[in-house]
């Protein structure tokens, strides 16, 4: 072999080992392993346990958690301060996420592998949180009473042909407030009153319980359509309780404001940023970073139904069979903000 042969091939062995070497591994996996992040978090999900492991496994970072509601949680980083050992504060919704901000509870991470994978209108455009799953606010009617003709939209719903045939839960929950958030951000404050105006005449009965008991509502005859959460209606079919298949038969879903001149289905975030004052931010970040891979996105899919926010990640079988549907593009950011204003609004009509 001669000089430069021999040169060229272990120059060109050299890059080849090089390249061997290069991590393939995504960056919140990298680096050194161990350590801990603090987690203050208003997800009370038993499968979420699952998310935890897998990022301790993958990283030796162990996961220590406060779980509360969301206000709590916020009320005691403000009482803590400087000297919170808070790192991630996650909430089930926009509206908690945007109060957190507001609070200067949170500060801004700049993450490439985040703004890859989480669409703009899921994100604070700051970057002090992101959404991480998605939970879209679906009609559910009565299949023997209703025909999805009948309930084009979340506006349909006011018409008086409705009276006495409404469930929904209070007004003070934030999935409501957002909802109506986003309401405001398309129609204003004045054309959304009237609308929640609407909703409270046609209601069933008062406003009591949680999603779960508004789809039982309706299979028992309370009422004829109920505004939820997709995921609880998904966590029905997957039951194998005789009592909740009997409800999954009588009832089904229906995807609002799917015309071709309307907007699409309100969807809803479960969220997290990174503490104002995290003594462990590196590892903080590393974590947000995992909940925004395939790993993590799949087990917010199957564990809890919930809809990734990570586009080609695989549907649980449930959410598969409620089928496609057009998302409301509104950035999260604007109905969280508008979740105040919402609140002050359906209090005026009347909404408890």
Known sequence: MSKFSRRFFLGGAATAAGLAAVDARPAWAQGAGGGVINLYTARHYDTDEAIYASFTRATGVRVNRIEAEADALMQRMRAEGANS??????????GRLWRAHEAGLLQPVRSAALEAAVPANFREPEGHWYGLSKRARVIVYDKARVRPADIPTYESLADAKWRGKILVRSSTHVYNLSLVGAL??????????????????????PPRGGDTDQIRGVAAGEGEVAIVNQYYYANLMRSTREADQTVVAKTAVHFPNQGAAERGTHVNIAGAGVARH??????????LEYLASPEAQAIFA????????????RLSSQLATLGEFREDALNAA?????????????????WR
Do not use: C, Q, S
């Open 184 to 205: 405001i951000a398309a129609h204003g404050e004045a054309k959304t009153e009237e609308w929640a105006r609407g909703i409270v005449a046609n209601l069933a009965r």
């Open 334 to 350: 604007v109905f969280g903000r508008n979740n105040e204003a919402a609140l002050r609004l359906m209090d005026r009509a009347g």
């Open 302 to 313: 199957e564990g809890n139904n919930e809809y990734p926010v990570v586009r080609g990640t």
């Open 278 to 287: 995290a003594p462990n931010r590196a590892n903080a970040v590393r974590f």
């Open 85 to 94: 050992p808070a790192d991630v504060f996650v909430a089930v919704d926009a």
